[in-house]
């Protein structure tokens, strides 16, 4: 949480066939489900005082957990209908708030540092763009409206900014390619890169043209860098690491080395701790670990 002394996380793990969200402290003690249990979950963050937090959900689709979906045309995410966002309070998820009520995908979401706005990914308008809406779910407005997918955002620590990752189609051959997998309810993150925009959708920039993957992007406090995760030094393009990178895009610097996955990375909001994901130490294939590290000021 905001506080620093608890963090939330998805995980599949027994009893579970598919990712849950838990929460636990900071040292990794006193871990508990925070999510139904049905169904599969993805994308939990805070509220500023900690007792509430939000996260997207399949389980009112049912209890079990959704298709995998069909990598027969290659690696591509599931965009299932029925995920919605809700909000549960934070240490059993307990008072469950749906949020988003639309038959498209709505996921991705994310607490201003005010508590009153949240921003998320939605397919309501028939592409995958970033919406924000007020802390109850009303009030939705759309940020974001060029093809390609948009997601993953989050707000800078000053709420002044929105940080994501996009795919956008360059060519009419790939506008078609990702307009045939949304029709699947999928989308292929073949090419990412950050971008930014003020919180109100003014001001759209990109900040990487790295060529890979670039992905789970988070600003430091001082609103002038970006962490994320990124392919794009391996040309098989198979390992992930943290990247760090000013807002202007120069400034390019390699963060994690060694282990053969690296993402997911948030900055403490007084910016001494960093928090991130990670293969290393990983007792079998796939397996990922929460780590936190201390970020020199």
């Known amino acids: 949480d905001w506080t620093g002394t608890r963090l939330v996380f998805q995980s599949t793990r027994p009893?579970?066939?598919?990712?849950?969200?838990?929460?636990?402290?900071?040292?990794g003690a006193d871990v508990?489900?925070?999510s139904?249990?049905?169904?599969?979950?993805?994308?939990?963050?805070?509220?500023?005082?900690?007792?509430?937090?939000?996260?997207a959900s399949t389980h009112l689709a049912g209890a079990a957990c959704p298709p995998p979906p069909d990598r027969s045309q290659g690696y591509v995410w599931p965009l299932y209908p029925s995920w919605d966002i809700f909000a549960a309070d934070g240490d059993g998820g307990g008072n469950l708030t749906r949020l988003t009520d639309n038959d498209g995908y709505d996921a991705e979401g994310a607490v201003s540092p005010d508590g009153k706005r949240i921003v998320f990914t939605s397919l309501r308008a028939g592409d995958l763009d970033l919406y924000l809406m007020d802390a109850d779910g009303s009030n939705v407005r759309r940020l974001t409206d060029e093809p390609?997918?948009?997601?993953?955002?989050?707000?800078?620590?000053?709420?002044?900014w929105i940080v994501f990752r996009a795919s956008r189609p360059e060519t009419p051959a790939e506008l078609e390619e990702y307009r045939a997998l949304l029709r699947?309810?999928?989308?292929?993150?073949?090419?990412?890169?950050?971008?930014?925009?003020?919180?109100?959708?003014t001001g759209?920039?990109?900040?990487?043209?790295t060529g890979g993957a670039s992905f789970a992007p988070f600003m430091h406090p001082n609103s002038s860098q970006i962490i994320f995760s990124s392919n794009h030094h391996d040309p098989a393009g198979r390992t992930f690491a943290l990247w760090l990178v000013n807002v202007d895009g120069s400034g390019l610097e390699r963060v994690t080395w060694g282990e053969s996955f690296a993402s997911f990375p948030m900055f403490s909001r007084d910016g001494t701790k960093l928090v991130f994901c990670s293969s290393r130490n990983a007792a079998a294939p796939r397996d990922l670990n929460v780590f936190v590290a201390d970020w020199p000021a």
Do not use: H, K, N
Request: charged letters at 25%.
């Open 148 to 160: 390609g997918y948009d997601g993953g955002p989050f707000f800078s620590w000053d709420g002044r």
């Open 32 to 34: 508990r489900l925070v």
């Open 184 to 201: 699947q309810s999928l989308v292929r993150p073949r090419r990412l890169d950050i971008y930014v925009m003020r919180a109100d959708g």
């Open 204 to 209: 759209l920039t990109r900040v990487t043209r």
């Open 15 to 27: 009893p579970f066939g598919c990712d849950q969200i838990f929460t636990m402290r900071e040292d």
């Open 36 to 55: 139904t249990g049905s169904g599969r979950t993805t994308c939990a963050f805070f509220f500023p005082d900690g007792r509430r937090l939000i996260y």
